[in-house]
């Protein structure tokens, strides 16, 4: 029979439990995300009242609110959940 040393101990239940992790996004990071899939969803909306060969307002505003849009959903992925706000 084998002898059982002290470092052969399995760990308790308490010890295996998660520990807390930080949030994938922070509170700024979901709201700019939310704000980009509005503007996304808004310049898509405008884009379909644009004009063919480009001379009205909706042709020049859906593609401001569509990159726009895509630009504040990276930021909102990219910005790390302990940062503080740009806008305060």
Avoid: C, E, H
Avoid at 48 to 71: E, F, H, K, M, T
């Amino acid at each position: 029979m084998a002898r059982k040393r002290r470092g052969d101990k399995k760990p308790n239940r308490d010890s295996l439990s998660l520990t807390s992790q930080p949030p994938l996004f922070s509170w700024w990071g979901r709201k700019m995300i939310f704000v980009g899939v509005l503007a996304v969803i808004l310049g898509f909306w405008v884009l379909s009242a644009s004009d063919p060969l480009g001379r009205n307002w909706a042709s020049w505003v859906s593609p401001a609110l569509i990159l726009g849009g895509y630009l504040l959903i990276a930021l909102g992925i990219i910005l790390p959940p302990s940062s503080p706000p740009f806008f305060s």
